[in-house]
Nanobody, 127 residues
């Protein structure tokens, strides 16, 4: 199993980045995909989740209206388009996968709900 996140970088406040996460080695259409982020010294924070159905997405209040999640089932890749970035969006962004068939159902917005994690990609928002 592998989740390969990419697309991070340094951007000025107000700028945009698009993260990608390619998945390998598990049943893609049975998993919701989530993004989390973490700053050193702080707990990992949930950012977004997209269900195994393409049209179902959820966002943390801190990014709602600025970030857009999507997934390409043919490419087994999930994306996070981030616009109007703020310094507080700085952190390591991780993609993760959660099995929709788990019983009882696991939340897509909690660490413990995830089955697989990628290694993360650094996003730095600074002038």
């Amino acid at each position: 199993v592998q989740l390969q996140a990419s697309g991070g970088g340094l951007v000025q406040p107000g700028g945009s980045l698009k993260l990608s996460c390619a998945a390998f080695g598990f049943t893609w259409d049975q998993h919701a995909m989530a993004w989390f982020r973490q700053v050193p010294g702080k707990e990992r924070e949930w950012v977004s989740c997209i269900g195994s159905g393409v049209d179902t997405t959820w966002y943390a209040d801190s990014v709602k209206g600025r970030f857009t999640g999507s997934r390409d089932n043919a490419k087994k890749t999930v994306y996070l388009e981030m616009n109007n970035l703020k310094p507080e969006d700085t952190g390591v962004y991780y993609c993760a996968a959660s099995n929709n068939l788990s019983k009882p159902p696991r939340p897509c917005n909690k660490d413990y709900g995830m089955d697989y994690w990628g290694k993360g990609t650094q996003v730095t928002v600074s002038s």
